[in-house]
């Protein structure tokens, strides 16, 4: 599958800016994330972009703010 531009609109690409890059440590603005493909639940990454400066993976969390996410808390019943 071919990887859009980033001038296409893609509802998957979340846009944000990353103020200590965990790869370089510096700053990059309007960095580009992409959902990981079969995350594992138990991490707290659910997307990926790239370092400009490495081109080596950033993982981040997504924050939904102002829409209502999914609550945390699990719909089973306690074992017992
Ligand atoms: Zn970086």
Request: proline share 15%; hydrophobic share 35%.
């Amino acid at each position: 599958m071919p990887l859009a531009d980033d001038d296409e609109f893609d509802p998957d690409v979340v846009t944000a800016d990353v103020a200590a890059c965990p790869r370089c440590g510096a700053a990059h603005i309007r960095i580009s994330f992409r959902p990981l493909t079969n995350h594992d639940p138990a991490a707290p990454y659910r997307v990926y972009g790239l370092c400009p400066t490495t081109n080596q993976p950033v993982l981040a969390t997504i924050e939904v703010v102002g829409e209502k996410a999914e609550e945390p808390g699990a719909p089973n019943p306690p074992a017992g």
